[in-house]
């Protein structure tokens, strides 16, 4: 085992798939206004752009299946007198759009039948004029944003330090949410009970609209540069992107029951001075993070009340601008998870597909769950009245097959969301279950691993081909790299547990290794000749009644083996009596005495052929002198 468990994830391999020129929506005109916007929106149907126009503001709305080269001269969303700022398409109607502008005013617009940019030679272009107009700011309006439950409320904010809520059918603001500087980025909750705001202040305030007031303000990012944000679906959380006092570009997710600080603090992204623009999808969640100023899309995994990091997407062409795809339009078939549209160079838009790796040619529904449909919760007369829930979903099956979206009956989890006390809470008990289980799933093997060390080291403790062995200094230094390297390979196969109980079984044994491990030849004959002196053979016999007296005579005992225990056993053991114990101590004695003869002597011939060899040597360098 490596120790190195990877977290199981659908999305681990999800990778980023550029599309060629071609198939790019070619030859627009993107704005080149500072404002901080998004520039685009998409919904399954159509494409809005802040147009590069002349004479007052205006914007484009494209067809996703008219790609390639768009013509010169092209119809016009035209109605403000100063340069759009942002868009928004209502998430229930695919031709419903509104639009703000630098003009104090947001417009409601709706797409033609069977709208397309292309017309024939000859043929006049004409414009589209608004629906409705709702005037009510007193200065431009940044930010146009559909309420995600209820049919027909619509937020703006404005430089006037408001955020305005307006019933899109009466055309008149209701609400009005009283900020201390300018909104930079505004989101609903998933029921649209909830609206969340960050402004230059750098605070973060979560409004109770219908109270009109904020129920929660804490600081945001510390730095001077723009932060966004986005609610995280059904959840109660909160993610953030903004920058640190160092210009770092961060990351944060806020938990609603205790915003005071984002839970385990602000992750740093990098560097880049960019504005991080964030988009979530709530059916993987999964949380996409697009820089201004950079080619590079990042995208995490929510789980464990954290970001997972996936991957990035990674391009040399920066983008200004980018939208994300609802759920209900991508192609299934091609196992896509999400599309975003960039804008490129300010002059066109690249789709750019989030794929599963997979080679199934059905519908893969554990990547694809039910998704918010076209229908709403409720309508705007409920809202205001004070109703609450979530939309109904649909199952992509359906689309996948062809068919008419399947509504999916709502479950018991957005019913008990309807009280406003719940709403953000209840998310979290559902969540919080499936926490627990993986505990004990990853406790239960640690005891079996546990127990694998001190196994295998008991196993390779006492080899006996080690003890066979080792008549010299370097076999024994041999044997000791034997044991390491066996216990490194240990150490590696348990490289994921802290706890090693190799050292002490390691040392267990060798108290009784000792007496066991076979000296050296010359450590031996030692060992034979030290006790044996003149002087302690005048000691009473030594009774070797246990050991046979053949095997001690047979063989001299510097060479032989066997003589290692016989020595041991003459120094070991007590008073005997008998004639034939005498003999057989005699016969030891005898034997003992001729290999210290011959060993004396072999060791003198040694040193007169090492006295010649010096004397040799010296008469050498005396001749050389």
Request: aromatic share 8%; hydrophobic share 35%; proline share 8%.
């Amino acid at each position: 085992m490596s120790g190195r468990f990877v977290r199981s994830s659908k999305y681990r391999h999800v990778f980023g798939r550029p599309t060629r020129k071609e198939q790019c929506y070619d030859n627009i005109r993107i704005s080149k206004n500072a404002w901080d916007t998004n520039l685009v929106k998409a919904n399954p149907q159509y494409l809005a752009v802040n147009w590069e126009a002349s004479g007052g503001g205006a914007f484009a709305v494209i067809p996703l299946h008219e790609r390639g080269r768009l013509p010169e001269q092209l119809p016009l969303f035209r109605g403000h007198k100063a340069v759009v700022l942002d868009t928004d398409w209502s998430p229930f109607d695919d031709s419903l759009i509104a639009s703000g502008s630098d003009d104090g005013k947001a417009f409601i617009w709706r797409v033609p039948e069977n709208f397309t940019l292309r017309t024939e030679e000859g043929e006049d272009i004409h414009d589209v004029a608004p629906l409705k107009q709702l005037a009510g700011h007193s200065r431009k309006v940044g930010h146009v944003l559909f309420n995600p439950a209820a049919a027909n409320i619509l937020a703006t904010s404005s430089g006037d330090y408001t955020v305005k809520i307006w019933d899109v059918e009466a055309g008149s603001p209701r609400l009005t949410l009283k900020h201390t500087d300018i909104v930079q980025s505004l989101s609903w909750s998933a029921n649209g009970s909830l609206i969340v705001t960050t402004s230059r202040d750098k605070k973060l305030r979560i409004w109770d609209v219908r109270q009109e007031a904020p129920a929660h303000v804490s600081p945001g990012h510390a730095g001077a540069k723009n932060s966004r944000v986005t609610w995280m679906g059904e959840h109660d959380r909160i993610a953030t992107t903004g920058f640190s006092k160092m210009s770092d570009r961060q990351l944060g997710l806020w938990d609603l029951r205790d915003p005071k600080e984002p839970v385990g603090g602000f992750q740093i992204l990098d560097s880049i001075s960019g504005v991080c623009m964030p988009f979530w999808d709530d059916s993987t969640q999964c949380l996409y993070l697009a820089g201004k100023g950079d080619g590079n899309i990042r995208y995490f995994e929510y789980e464990n009340d954290k970001f997972e990091y996936l991957s990035e997407y990674k391009s040399a062409d920066p983008q200004r601008g980018i939208a994300f795809l609802p759920k209900r339009g991508v192609n299934m078939h091609e196992n896509e998870v999400m599309r975003a549209f960039k804008t490129v160079n300010d002059s066109y838009i690249e789709p750019i597909s989030f794929i599963v790796p997979r080679r199934a040619e059905v519908f893969q529904g554990d990547i694809y769950p039910p998704v918010v449909g076209t229908k709403p919760a409720m309508s705007a007369a409920e809202w205001f009245d004070g109703a609450e829930g979530f939309p109904p979903k649909i199952d992509l099956e359906s689309i996948y097959e062809g068919e008419e979206p399947t509504e999916i009956p709502a479950t018991s989890k957005s019913v008990s969301r309807v009280p406003s006390s719940t709403t953000i809470l209840s998310p979290v008990k559902k969540e919080a279950e499936p926490a627990p289980a993986p505990a004990p799933a990853t406790r239960e093997p640690e005891p079996i691993i546990k127990e694998l060390p001190p196994s295998s080291a008991t196993s390779r403790g006492p080899p006996p081909s080690m003890k066979e062995q080792g008549t010299s200094i370097a076999q024994l230094a041999s044997k000791y790299d034997d044991k390491e390297d066996s216990s490194s390979s240990a150490e590696d196969d348990s490289s994921s547990f802290e706890e090693v109980a190799k050292p002490i079984d390691r040392h267990a044994p060798k108290p009784v290794e000792k007496p066991i491990h076979p000296p050296e030849s010359a450590a031996i004959t030692r060992k034979l000749t030290s006790p044996i002196s003149p002087t302690k053979l005048a000691t009473p016999p030594v009774s070797l009644s246990k050991q046979p007296a053949p095997s001690a005579a047979a063989a001299p005992l510097s060479s032989s083996a066997s003589a290692v225990p016989s020595s041991q056993q003459l120094s070991s053991a007590t008073t005997a009596t008998g004639a034939n114990e005498e003999q057989v101590t005699l016969k030891d004695i005898k034997a003992l005495l001729e290999s210290q003869n011959r060993t004396i002597s072999g060791q003198t011939e040694k040193i007169a052929a090492l006295t010649a060899e010096v004397d040799r040597l010296k008469n050498t360098i005396r001749g050389k002198k």
